[in-house]
């Protein structure tokens, strides 16, 4: 990639970034409200995503070889029990993720 191609590369993606960063505040200006439709999706959005990543994470996991799936199980409750005592999508996943870090590298060698 030439020079020019790099700095043609670097300005689009910036320009992407800068665009994505500030064209929801350009649409959706305070004077009106927000429609029904973007509402929807900023409710149950983040709950699918979370949905679909628990998913992705299981999709290889063989419950009838190896360790049987019990380290990414557990390490499931423990987001789980995580996020009904806190409510905190972050503290949870962070929770998950480091129970499930420890199990690996310590229990199930």
């Keep these: 990639m030439t020079v020019t ?5 670097i300005g689009l993606c ?3 970034t800068v665009l994505t960063r ?9 004077n009106r409200t927000t429609p029904e439709f973007i509402q929807y999706i900023g409710k149950y959005l983040p709950s699918a995503v979370f949905g ?9 996991v063989n419950i009838l070889q190896g360790n049987h799936g019990l380290p990414e199980f557990i390490s499931i409750a423990a987001t789980v029990l ?9 503290i949870s996943i962070a929770g998950g993720t480091i129970c ?9 060698v």
Excluded at 5 to 9: E, H, V
Excluded at 52 to 60: D, G, P, R
Excluded at 82 to 90: A, S
Excluded at 100 to 108: A, D, R, V
């Design 5 to 9: 191609q790099q700095i043609i590369t």
């Design 14 to 16: 910036v320009l992407g």
């Design 22 to 30: 500030f064209l929801p505040f350009i649409v959706f200006s305070e």
């Design 52 to 60: 679909m990543l628990v998913i992705y994470c299981l999709k290889n």
């Design 82 to 90: 995580l996020h009904l005592w806190k409510r905190e999508m972050l």
């Design 100 to 108: 499930y870090m420890l199990l690996l590298h310590f229990i199930f």
